[in-house]
Every structure is written in structure tokens, then in C-alpha cells.
């Protein structure tokens, strides 16, 4: 059974940074397409960035210059750097694979973004 815990959240001003770690455990992980989703307050679960081994990398528009997604294969652990945040980042971030049958859902890391 495949256990994913996301970590790194926190209260940050607007133009802050953060960085969150997603630990993956029970996959082979190598060969699995990685992302991270976000679901704000009140909305649907979106797909903010995704990487694959090699990497191949891709980003909401949204989200385009200001995050980076990168993986660490050995460790098992996907990473999401976020740079000047906005309060329309305030949501709970998940992780999970995409381009195969979804994982359970992990309990997320709340970022919020406020003054």
C-alpha cells in the first residue's frame, strides 16, 4: 500500500516562499509521473505541476516562473519550491501520481498566504 505525507506548509506573506516535501512509500516511484495538486478554499482539487523521471516538467499556468517542481528517485521524495506567493496560493497541497490509477490521498499541507 502506497503512503504518501506532504510537509513544508506554513503562514507566509504575500511574495514569500515556501518549500514542500512529499515522502512516497511502497512504489517503485522511478518510473511513476509525479504531481502536485492544490484545492483552495471552497474549490476543486487542481493540478498545479507535475515531473517525470528525466525530468520532464510541466506547470499550470498559474503557477508558471513562480514554483518548481523537482524529485529526488533515491529518496523517494517529491519537491515543490514556491516562490513569491500570492494569497490566490492559500490552499491544502497534495501530492500523488498521475498517468495511472490515482493513490489514496495523503492529509495534504495547508499553505496560506496573507498579510
Known amino acids: 500500500q502506497v503512503q504518501l505525507v506532504e510537509s513544508g506548509g506554513g503562514l507566509v506573506q504575500p511574495g514569500g516562499s515556501l518549500r514542500l516535501s512529499c515522502a512516497v512509500s511502497?512504489?517503485?516511484?522511478?518510473?511513476?509521473?509525479m504531481g502536485w495538486f492544490r484545492q483552495p478554499p471552497g474549490k476543486q482539487r487542481e493540478l498545479v505541476a507535475r515531473v517525470a523521471t528525466g525530468p520532464i516538467i510541466n506547470y499550470a499556468d498559474s503557477v508558471k516562473g513562480r514554483f518548481t517542481i523537482s524529485r529526488d528517485n533515491a529518496k523517494k521524495m517529491v519537491f515543490l519550491q514556491m516562490n513569491s506567493l500570492k494569497p490566490e496560493d492559500t490552499a491544502i497541497y497534495y501530492c500523488?501520481?498521475?498517468?495511472?490509477?490515482?493513490?489514496?490521498w495523503g492529509q495534504g499541507t495547508q499553505v496560506t498566504v496573507s498579510s
Open positions: 511502497g512504489s517503485v516511484f522511478v518510473t511513476d509521473v
Open positions: 500523488n501520481r498521475l498517468g495511472g490509477p490515482m493513490w489514496d
